[in-house]
Nanobody, 123 residues
Framework: QVQLVESGGGLVQAGGSLRLSCTGSGRTFSAYTMAWFRQVLGKEREFVAAFSRSGGSAYYADSVKGRFTISRDNAKNMVYLQMISLKPEDTAVYYC????????????????WGQGTQVTVSS
């Protein structure tokens, strides 16, 4: 199993920005689709963004398109989520996830998860 660790969460005012990082392990890191999900207590885990295991394909939820950017650095075994123009509705626990298969925007499809990092956006 691959181990994932997120960092970079925190408290920010509406309109501000944050950069989340996810560090993975394994020599085959580049073979995994990497994704970000978020969850609010009492609600289902929501897809945010993903980066394909090969090539340069990135995918985004409509709610974050144009504001969030996912990127990966395979040499460093890291995935990032740059978030700008944050809104109070972006408040959630953000999770890094991985699967050794093509991108799917469903949390149940992902095999490996980090512990999450809290993002809180104040109004």
């Amino acid at each position: 199993q691959v181990q994932l660790v997120e960092s970079g969460g925190g408290l920010v005012q509406a309109g501000g920005s944050l950069r989340l990082s996810c560090t993975g392990s394994g020599r085959t890191f580049s073979a995994y689709t990497m994704a970000w999900f978020r969850q609010v207590l009492g609600k289902e885990r929501e897809f945010v963004a993903a980066f394909s295991r090969s090539g340069g394909s990135a995918y985004y939820a409509d709610s974050v398109k144009g504001r969030f950017t996912i990127s990966r650095d395979n040499a460093k075994n890291m995935v990032y989520l740059q978030m700008i123009s944050l809104k109070p509705e972006d408040t959630a626990v953000y999770y890094c996830a991985a699967r050794r298969a093509p991108y799917i925007p469903k949390s149940l499809a992902y095999d490996y998860w980090g512990q999450g990092t809290q993002v809180t956006v104040s109004s």
